[in-house]
């Protein structure tokens, strides 16, 4: 086929994918593949592998009754596992001496007592690390939601919810599983290893050479290994990110892909990211290979040397042969583990990675706090010198930042408690900016913002959430009962307040037309609502919170062939009572506000009722005949 | 070369659920290992060596020590050691290039199943299925990689299956006792885990779920936080999710007791199964039936032996998941009307395959026109016996007064389309959809071939975003037409979305254009912009373009106006016409 841009190498190509290829080769022309994969800057804070484990061992100090418990029975379960070796030494011994047949039942029942020793502890020691494991990642899966609810919606406006995403998901599910079986295993033949090593250099000194000369070639391995797969995994696990991201994106646009006939465009860009993963895994498998066959070095080594050390142990120093039994089962009872121990570093790394990616976000991205204790005392709303702008501040130093954009110009403006004020303008002409400012929602650069005489830079921060609103045009509706999506806004609200909430924004009718009602499912895998039916919700939700201030931003806009008008009303009467700023698309929605403004490049050029501007002939006027067709 | 009808959300005859016609389900387990029939032999034959080394190593070490060490021969000790070292070289190399092949072939099929689901599921001949799309995802990515595990599991469990089988008989051969208490080990050993087994995976998915249910609370809760910090309550959030990550907490310290139990227990019959052996081989061996060396070789074989049982004990839960999971592949392909073994689905077809753009493969220069569009009514619809056409060189626009007869028309239009070849009808749906690409990759999503696409040449871009009212972007976004497009145009407002949805539907320049509703995200300032500019951009005497919407500034810019209304048309011509009639001026006021 001439599309075929590299002509696979023979020999390294197998099942039709060449397995040495680099990632770029795989890649080819898709730009975006290429992008998604050299996205080295992080988007939200990553912590240092230090840093992490400082963290982990604080919360273990935290709770360190359970963890000083851990680590006797886990120390004490390697123990009694470390005796095995020197029991069953001890009945060749017995052989070896010629003892009776008691003896040898009293070493088996020495050995029975110490497996049992060793199952009880190690039952215990798994479920204790377990739940340790378990108790600490709960605490901080909840901090890295606490951080992530208070993340500024500007900065996810700039990097999108992905990496936010993955944080409190990916990185919980990974590390929750890496605790359930790695951890308590691998801390588990740690200590075993550990307990073996003293036993061996107990049983003989002469083992204590066997020692020196292996196990700093197992270290060195490991060394060896990590340093090679650290980076191939975090590549890997980039591109599984894009893999899946590319193909939710294509799924969930289903209808744009046909339309535009692209399916087999997205086909080809998760088929690449797909090839990159399974290549990169590829090549951890390779280097696994290898390192196994370098631990063969020092396990020969070590078999000979225990034998060899044996005929002089016995020979020399006039050990008994259950020595050297015992030292021989030490051995090979340690090869296992260590292997056990070595191909369990992948999911540790994993995990290691999304521990730093988690506790980044903990420590680095301090939880909202009350900037001061200013109570809003009622529904107005001022603005003094109030101006906003993008990029980088006038008096930054920093030469090489984009210059500040100024995008809402100087503003002073008192609204009336209970007033309702319409926004109207192009696009880019800074309404959504100055709505956000109202709603307290964005902090703008300069100015004060007073909601109820309250500056909101010294005010108390839950009086203000409580104090004002914003429904946008951007619907969600929350995954649980349609009950539990409403009491979010007022969790003690019973159920005839929220029948009333529904009513008052005509949402009461199909709701109880709805299967269970107010229990149904909704949400993600729940009863599917339309894009008016969620807004409606948004409402009710409004209407639970019962906010002094309302903020409508193009809420009622998205709406194509229907609805409109219904929920047009419902807006107007969840507004009824509240000061409320409108963002208008349709202007027949500003022609019932008590004041309009009108705004164009960041600033505002018109300003009064409906009437007035369109008896004064100016650009609000020239609008109103365009929309209403009146005059053409 | 088939040409698909233009697809359609709600498919227009929908084969009955969970029975395509045609082809009946294929087994993928059993395909993966079809694929991979010729390799599997050597793998099993390199693995078999393998074990059997692993096995004999305790035996060869015995009996070293006895020959060695108690009869005092340093060479046959040396000798001995250097023959346990050859053979473990032998072994450690067949694993290694055993564990290479069986890795390649299980990254192989992860990545063959993962991509023959994604082009199925985009695939518009495909049935069209109703699940999440998160559903499709896990099947594709964690069920593709889970079902692929059986190449990773059958080199390694049937070989040490054998080994642990070869051991146990040599145990009986020596010493029926010793071969009993090997058996009553392995079958207390099964007995154990069969019932741990059960309720052990029970509570483990009960885990499962319950921190299913707090991640997917997190997911959303990210997903709806504008909508919380639009409404202020973050606090109330967090203590949803609190009590969620609680929950998930205790099911998880459930699942560690067991688990912890579990170990315990195969630890037990381990340790009570070597006491067993040590007491009949010690006996045997005080009585002299036994040498020293063939003592110690029988208490190292029965420790590997336990161990590898251990292992082997993981199986079932492992093969369940397994199947299970291909299983789940299985289903969805057999949904969408697809099997495994679709050449169509294979990697080397869907790696070169293009996308059909009329001609061949690759996307061709500027498309003929088409003679425009003709919509013919099905019974029972608002369109019934009406034939409307959309003549090339013309807008025409149909207003509905009703959202459902706006629906019943857009299938109309559908059906209508499918005498026309694919590549010559854009019908942009209503619902944005944008894929992570920069701007200009956006607009050039189906630009005909000659588009400059490395910022060369940028006019047809340039025209694209002014026919959609656009241009303020290029002034708002930080690199211009370079700057990236986030996945559904999440750094994007919606007007901005659907302003930028518009432009690429210009861009296509489709020599029959069908655009539903494209400016309800847009103020009356732009949309006023966004009518001129669009109908000037289309007014070619090669174009034919259809607005189905009901804003006062696209209907004005209409060469003639279809008026729907009560499940009929009502009556049709200019919008100024139709300004006449009081049921039309009350539906474009809205």
Known sequence: MSTQTTAPAAGRTIYGIDWERSTEDVLGEDATALRQLDEHAQILPVATVGASFAHVARRLLDLWPMTLATLLVVTGGAAAAAWMPRLIGGAVVIVEHHGSAADVWRQGGMIVLAGALQAVLSALGWALVSSLGQRILAGMREEVIDRALDLPVQTMEITGIGDALSRVADDVDITARAVNNVVPNLIQMGFYVLMTLIGMATLSPWLLILLVVVVPMYAAAAVWYLRRTAPIYRRERVAMGARAQGLLSAIQGIPTVHAYGIERRETRHVSVLSEVAVVLGMRVMVLVTRMVKILAIPENISIALVLVLGYAMVHVGGASIGTVTAASLYLISLIWPMMNLIFSLDDVQSAAASLTRMVGVIESIDPAASPGDEIPADGSISLRGVSHAYGAAEDAKGTGAAPERIILQPIDLEVAPGETIALVGASGAGKSTLASILAGTLTPRYGQVLHGGADLARADLEAVRRHSSIVSQDVHVFRGTLAEDLRLARPEASEDELWGALERVDAASWVRRLPKALEIEVGEKGERLTAEQSQQLALARVVLQDPAILVLDEATADEGSSGARVLERAALEVAAGRTTVIVAHRLSQASTADRILVMADGRVVEEGPHAELVARGGVYAGLWSAWSGESS | ?590
Request: net charge neutral.
């Open chain 2, 1 to 590: 070369m088939p040409d698909s009808p233009a697809p359609s959300s709600p498919a227009p005859a929908p084969p009955a659920a969970g029975a395509p016609a045609g082809r009946p389900p294929v087994s993928v387990m059993r395909s993966i290992v079809r694929d991979h029939r010729r390799q599997l032999p050597w793998i099993l034959l390199g693995s078999f060596a393998v074990e059997a080394i692993d096995m004999a190593v305790p035996i060869l070490m015995g009996l070293v020590i006895d020959a060695g060490i108690v009869h005092r021969s340093l060479s046959i000790t040396i000798l001995g050691a250097l023959g346990i070292v050859a053979l473990r070289l032998v072994s450690t190399f067949s694993w290694a290039a055993m564990f290479r092949a069986s890795q390649r072939a299980r990254m192989y099929q992860r990545h063959r199943l993962r991509v023959a689901v994604t082009g199925a599921v985009l695939d518009p001949r495909s049935n069209t299925v109703d699940r999440p799309a998160g559903e499709i995802l896990s099947i594709a990515t964690s069920d593709a990689d889970k079902a692929s595990d059986v190449m990773d599991m059958l080199p390694w469990a049937v070989p040490a299956g054998a080994a642990v089988l070869a051991a146990s008989i040599w145990l009986a051969i020596l010493d029926p006792w010793l071969g009993l208490a090997t058996l009553i080990g392995i079958v207390v050993m099964v007995l154990v885990v069969r019932v741990i087994t059960p309720a052990l995976s029970a509570r483990y998915d009960a885990q499962q779920s319950k921190a299913a249910d707090a991640a997917a609370t997190a997911t959303d809760l990210v997903h709806g936080l504008r909508v919380l910090q639009g409404l202020g309550v973050q606090s109330r959030a967090r203590a949803q999710y609190r009590r969620r990550s609680r929950s998930a907490l205790d099911a998880a310290l459930v699942n560690a007791r067991f688990s912890g139990v579990s170990s315990g227990l195969t630890t037990l019959v381990t340790a009570v199964m070597m006491a067993a052996v040590v007491i009949i081989a010690a006996q045997r061996a005080l009585i002299g039936e036994l040498t020293l060396g063939t003592l110690i070789a029988v208490v190292g074989v029965a420790r590997s032996n336990m161990g590898m049982l251990q292992g082997l004990s993981g199986l079932p839960v492992w093969w369940a998941s397994m199947s299970t999971s291909a299983r789940r592949v299985r289903d969805l392909l057999a949904d969408l009307g697809r099997t495994i073994d679709d050449p169509e689905l294979s990697i080397a077809h869907l790696r070169s395959a293009r996308d059909d753009r009329g001609e061949g493969g690759a996307p061709v220069g500027r498309r003929p026109g088409t003679g425009g569009l003709r919509i013919s009514g099905s019974p029972g619809t608002a369109l019934e016996g009406a034939e409307i056409a959309v003549a090339d060189g013309s807008i025409l626009a149909i207003a509905c007064a009703d959202g459902a007869d706006a629906e019943e028309v857009l299938d109309a239009v559908r059906t209508s389309s499918t005498g026309l070849a694919r590549a010559d009808v854009l019908l942009e749906p209503h619902v944005v959809d944008l894929f992570d690409g920069s701007l200009r990759t956006q607009l050039a999503t189906r630009a005909p071939a000659g588009r400059a696409l490395d910022g060369s040449d940028d006019s047809w871009a340039d025209a694209a975003l002014h026919a959609a009212g656009a241009e303020d972007l290029l002034r708002i976004l930080p690199e211009g037409y370079d700057t990236r497009i986030l996945d559904r145009g999440a750094n994007l407002s919606g007007g901005q979305r659907q302003r930028i949805a518009l432009a690429r539907a210009v861009a296509s320049d489709a020599p029959v254009l069908v655009l539903h509703d494209p400016t309800t995200a847009v103020d009356a300032v732009t949309e006023q912009r966004i009518a001129e500019a669009l109908t000037a951009a289309r007014s070619e005497d090669d174009r034919a373009t259809l607005l189905i919407t009901r804003a006062p500034a696209l209907l004005r810019q209409a060469d003639q106006v279809v008026f729907v209304a009560g499940g009929e048309i009502a009556a049709s011509g200019t919008h100024q016409d139709l300004m006449e009639r009081e049921d039309y001026r009350e539906m474009v006021r809205r």
